[in-house]
């Protein structure tokens, strides 16, 4: 099913991407897709460009070309405000709590960019622990729910692709495991979601596929089905 | 005459006075220059120039247009902000990736063309600007006389310092402003527009400065220096107040007017330099002064 999405269905469509900070080159003409409503993962080594890809998608780095299609839209030329606009949502590797807002107004923070987004009482539904911390500045949550308010605050946009870096980077096993169940949860609420990931059994709990980028170009796909006949070439792509 | 540690009380509240009155400016200015470096990495020496302008529009309007202190108390900071708004546009903004010495260098420019410009048209002597006559005369509050215009001063001053505050600690638009002020680029990929974020932090902020030069107006005379004279005490200001915080550039401000107020009265040999001796005890102790965060 994903090998036959050459039609004119998939959500976010990247071709012949090349990323650049200063002189450094660092995407080298990758190219992959999403479907709506799938969880696909990224994979690859630390360096290999997982993150420069989540950014250029959002038109963080400094300087890219190639395509990038949502909905048949080209967003090579917007800049991240407009590309955020049109309903992607990121939540960053480092997290990016602001220490200077409260909870509340990190989780506030974000505008809404389309309709459709969930309520603040559903975002606390998933994350509990959120609303007992309402109050507290954002750097004062531990590591875990920093990263739940992460999740959370781009729940509320109404953005229907979510990039996820790492969400699970750093977490005890509890918190990992109740983050993989708000990843479901999403996925079965219609989100489509772009994850990041160096732990691949966490990731085959929940993606549809997987790509595994090197040196900045996606080298190769797995459907999740066939990650079990496909674990020494993995094991091999991520230095395992 | 009833003394104070060897000083009369009504000299002694005098300069008091004077110095919250001072205050109150660098309250103002320091309250501008602090958005403006947090949100656009500028450290503005254009903030005394535009100040000056402030006042000088107030008397442009009363003298060309017959506008008042009322309405000029408005118009001059729109007029101000929207100058600024321009500068910022087509000069600053280019200047935002590069070391923070371009901008200083290109609003110190700037400072010494609009003095200049102002100072071939109107020398310096200082244009005088009337009391407005609901603020005219004074109150004998038994230990001093206060002026009504000076005690409007401070409190015009300080419900703007707090509206300021609260509009950057406690509004969404102020919520934008502090995230920007530690991380633009996610908050742009949010989908806030940072740069125009970023314009009218510049324009709010020089308006502040555009409204403390209409108040200083009928105090110190509408001169082309009073900028100049001003700014060097409020960049001293900044640095020990730190620039982590918008309370502390208010509470820093009124504090060193009064601290030099006192200053004139027990030790007026030194009341010039304390400020700045101040500053080099705070820069020794705590480095990013006494309200600020070290910055990522
Ligand atoms: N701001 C930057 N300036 C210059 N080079 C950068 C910058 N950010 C990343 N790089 C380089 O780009 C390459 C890809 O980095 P990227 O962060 O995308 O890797 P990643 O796959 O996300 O790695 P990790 O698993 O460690 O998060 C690396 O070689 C890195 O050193
Ligand atoms: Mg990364």
Redesign the interface.
């Known amino acids: 099913m994903p090998e036959a999405a050459g039609g004119g269905e998939a959500l976010l469509r990247v071709k012949d991407l090349h990323a650049f900070y200063g002189e450094s080159h660092i995407l080298h003409g990758s190219e992959f897709e999403i479907d709506a409503g799938e969880v696909v993962t990224l994979l690859g080594r630390n360096g290999a460009g997982k993150t420069t890809t989540l950014k250029s998608i959002?038109?963080?780095v400094e300087q890219r070309q190639g395509s990038i299609t949502l909905d048949g839209t080209e967003l090579i030329r917007l800049?991240?405000?407009r590309?955020?606009?049109r309903g992607i949502?990121?939540c960053?590797e480092e997290r990016?709590i602001?220490?200077?807002?409260d909870v509340e107004?990190n989780l506030?923070?974000?505008?809404t960019?389309q309709s459709g987004g969930m309520s603040v009482q559903e975002i606390f539904q998933l994350f509990p622990n959120l609303k007992e911390r309402l109050r507290s500045s954002g750097t004062q949550l531990s590591g875990g729910e920093q990263q739940m308010l992460a999740i959370g605050r781009?729940l509320r946009?109404g953005a229907k692709l979510l990039l996820l870096d790492e969400p699970t980077e750093g977490l005890a096993p509890v918190i990992v495991q109740q983050i993989g169940e708000v990843i479901r949860k999403l996925k079965a609420k219609g989100f489509t979601i772009l994850l990041v990931e160096q732990n691949f059994h966490f990731a085959s709990t929940l993606a549809d596929r997987h790509y595994v980028v090197e040196h900045g170009r996606v080298v190769d796909e797995i459907p999740n089905e066939r990650l079990q006949e496909n674990m020494g070439k993995l094991h091999e792509y991520l230095g395992v | 005459m009833t003394e104070l540690l060897g000083v009369p009380a009504p000299v002694l509240f005098g300069q008091l006075l004077l110095g919250l009155i001072n205050g109150s400016f660098y309250a103002l200015l320091s309250l501008g220059l602090a958005v403006i470096f947090g949100m656009l990495n500028v450290i503005n020496f254009a903030h005394g120039a535009l100040y000056m302008t402030g006042a000088f529009v107030a008397w442009f309007l009363l003298n060309y247009l017959g506008i008042g202190y009322w309405p000029a108390l408005i118009l001059a900071p729109l007029v101000v902000g929207a100058f600024g708004i321009v500068l910022e546009k087509t000069m600053l903004s280019r200047l935002y990736k590069l070391d923070h010495l371009y901008g200083l260098l290109l609003t110190f420019g700037l400072a010494l063309i609009i003095e200049g410009l102002f100072r071939n048209a109107y020398g310096v002597s200082g244009q005088p600007y009337p009391i407005p006559s609901a603020l005219q005369g004074g109150q004998n509050l038994g230990f001093m006389f206060l002026p009504t215009y000076r005690g409007w001063v401070v409190v015009a001053s300080i419900i703007v310092c707090f509206g300021t505050w609260f509009l950057v600690e406690r509004t969404?638009f102020g919520?934008?402003l502090?995230?920007a002020?530690?991380?633009q680029?996610?908050?742009?990929?949010?989908?806030?527009?940072?740069p125009l974020l970023m314009t009218l932090a510049y324009g709010f902020a020089v308006a502040l400065a555009g409204f403390a030069g209409v108040l200083a107006a009928p105090i110190y005379q509408v001169n082309p220096l009073m900028g100049q004279d001003l700014i060097i005490v409020v960049f001293a200001i900044v640095v020990i107040g730190g620039l982590g915080s918008i309370l502390g550039s208010i509470v820093t401000g009124l504090g060193i007017g009064v601290v030099e107020g006192l200053t004139k009265t027990f030790y007026p040999e030194a009341s010039a330099t304390v400020v700045f001796l101040i500053m080099a005890i705070v820069l020794a102790l705590r480095p990013h002064g006494l309200f600020g965060r070290p910055r990522a």
């Open positions: 959002m038109g963080m800049s991240p405000d590309i955020a606009r949502a990121y960053p990016g602001f220490a200077s807002l107004e506030m923070l974000p505008p960019v781009i946009t | 969404r919520a934008y502090r995230a002020v530690e991380n680029e996610l908050v742009r990929a949010f989908g806030i527009n940072v």
